[in-house]
């Protein structure tokens, strides 16, 4: 059964409150397990701009990534992917703010919900997709978590 788990960024001066570096610190700790997974961007640009933030991660935290289509044969532990591409790894961080297309044939979903209010109902709408996807769901503080 697929794994949704949400995370609550917060407002505060800490890596709980940036998607951004939350999801760095997520994708670290993937790698350092050396699991495959997708980061799911809304498009090639946000893609692109996630790809240039992993490349200045201090090289004691380097994380071997690639854009989809890019990269070796079966690509990199990390493929950054939008949505005219394919997220096929068993673990997607969806960076997109979009619903994941077929939740269920994911084991462990990612997902955020933002500290602003006016981008709140997205996230919810998200939440409820991946129920009726089946997915088992969890809700975390990203601070619990950093």
């Known amino acids: 059964m697929t794994q949704a788990i949400f995370y609550q960024l917060e407002d505060t001066e800490t890596p709980a409150s940036d998607l951004q570096a939350f999801?760095?610190?997520?994708?670290?700790?993937?790698?350092?397990?050396?699991?495959?997974?997708?980061?799911?961007?809304?498009d090639k640009a946000q893609a692109e701009a996630f790809?240039?933030?992993?490349?200045?991660?201090?090289?004691e935290r380097f994380i071997a990534h690639n854009l989809a289509g890019e990269g070796p044969k079966g690509g990199a532990l990390v493929e950054i992917t939008w949505p005219k591409q394919s997220a096929l790894r068993s673990i997607v961080v969806?960076?997109?703010?979009?619903?994941?297309?077929?939740?269920?044939?994911?084991?462990?979903?990612?997902d955020f919900v933002p500290v602003d209010e006016a981008l709140k109902p997205a996230a919810r709408e998200r939440?409820?997709?991946?129920?009726?996807?089946?997915?088992?769901?969890?809700?975390?503080?990203?601070?619990?978590?950093?």
């Open 51 to 59: 790809d240039e933030l992993l490349w200045q991660l201090p090289a």
């Open 23 to 42: 999801a760095c610190y997520l994708i670290a700790q993937c790698y350092s397990n050396n699991q495959r997974l997708s980061v799911l961007c809304a």
């Open 127 to 146: 939440y409820k997709q991946c129920k009726l996807a089946g997915c088992e769901m969890q809700f975390a503080k990203a601070s619990d978590v950093v």
């Open 94 to 110: 969806n960076l997109s703010a979009q619903e994941i297309p077929q939740a269920n044939r994911y084991q462990t979903i990612y």
